[in-house]
């Protein structure tokens, strides 16, 4: 090849990496749109794949199974597209025995252990609006446990917004006997998941300056993951019996939901300020809710209004902590 097309192959190349500006607002906006769209589809997703796996709510062994099958093939998927990446299969780095397990532990173990659980006893409604609180817990995490950060005003004024959004939503319609309709095993349980969430983010942080994130993420996920599926095949959990191919669609796109929307923050993360990207994290409940009315049937429940103030809440909370991060970048 000669220089003259050496030199317009190069530029070629550097015309289409202009053409993908991952800083440029609109390209932020779509990429996070589009993970907060996949995560957001997580509980009906779930909760769908209950239905095709033919899985009781009672059934916590095969629970298990099922979300530990979506993990391996997560952090299989996300170790495949690092590899390929690379240029290379990327194996666990050296010295990162520790991060792993406690990743896996944290993140994926108890974190979906106690979230699938809970999805199986709570509307996806619900659990999509507490999921959303997730931000709120990872803040106070940060700031109280870790010592990350500091814990002023509107950090706390956005706690207060999310927290009473989850009080909210627990409030029981007009008919009921009970002030709240709180359920330990649902509601709670969805609840005890986001604390965990919590916890495995401020770990993250910790082992960044340390290895590389991604593939931390995708060797913890397949470590928890196979950690769940053991102890569901353990405890005698099975996901056989008329099962048709949908389900098996379902289950692959779980996994690539994971892996997809995990690997694009990450990229967005990596060029742009962390306020920047994490703002549009209010968008997470928002499309939860709005996928679980039109997937699991549950329009009437989106449509209450303790349900659409608590999620105004929740979005309000998320954007007020967020909004602080930015001006103090600037």
């Known amino acids: 090849m ?20 991952l800083t440029d607002m609109k390209t ?6 589009l993970c907060c769209f996949l995560w957001g589809s997580a509980a009906p997703s779930i909760k769908i794949g209950y239905r095709l796996f033919q899985i009781d709510s009672a059934d916590t062994a095969s629970i298990l199974m099922f979300a530990g099958i979506r993990f391996v093939l997560a952090g299989f998927l996300v170790i495949l597209y690092q590899s390929i ?10 010295g990162s025995g520790a991060a792993i397990g406690s990743l896996a532990l944290s993140q994926t173990v108890l974190q979906y252990l106690f979230y699938y659980v809970g999805l199986s006893h709570a509307s996806g409604v619900h659990s999509a609006i507490i999921t959303g ?8 995490c940060a700031s109280l446990v870790f010592r990350y950060e500091k814990l002023d005003i509107q950090k706390i004024t956005g706690c207060v917004f999310g927290f009473l959004g989850i009080a909210i939503v627990n409030l029981a319609g007009a008919g009921s006997d009970n002030m709240f309709s709180v359920s330990f ?6 609840l005890l998941a986001q604390i965990f969430y919590a916890v495995s ?3 993250i942080k910790k082992y960044a300056g340390m290895f590389d994130v991604v593939t931390l993420s995708g060797y913890q996920f397949m470590t928890g993951g196979m950690a769940l599926l053991v102890i569901g095949a353990a405890c005698g959990g099975t996901l056989s019996g008329a099962v048709g191919p949908s389900a098996f669609v379902l ?6 939901l994971s892996a997809v929307a995990y690997t694009l923050w990450g990229v967005l993360l990596k060029y742009n300020p962390v306020s920047r990207v994490t703002v549009f994290g209010f968008m997470n409940p928002m499309f939860g ?6 997937f699991l049937g549950e329009t009437a429940q989106a449509l209450t209004w303790n349900t659409l103030v608590a999620l105004i809440l929740v979005c309000l909370g998320i954007y007020v902590v967020n909004r602080e991060k930015k001006e103090l970048k600037n």
């Open 2 to 21: 000669g220089r003259k097309q050496t030199r317009e192959l190069g530029g070629t190349k550097q015309k289409m990496r202009k053409k993908i500006d």
């Open 28 to 33: 932020v906006l779509l990429a996070a749109g």
């Open 85 to 94: 990446m690379s240029g290379h299969w990327i194996c666990p780095p050296k």
């Open 133 to 140: 609180t997730n931000v709120f817990f990872s803040m106070l």
């Open 185 to 190: 095993l649902g509601e709670g349980f969805v």
């Open 201 to 203: 983010g401020s770990l």
């Open 251 to 256: 289950l692959l796109y779980m996994g690539i």
């Open 289 to 294: 809710v709005i996928l679980s009315a039109i």
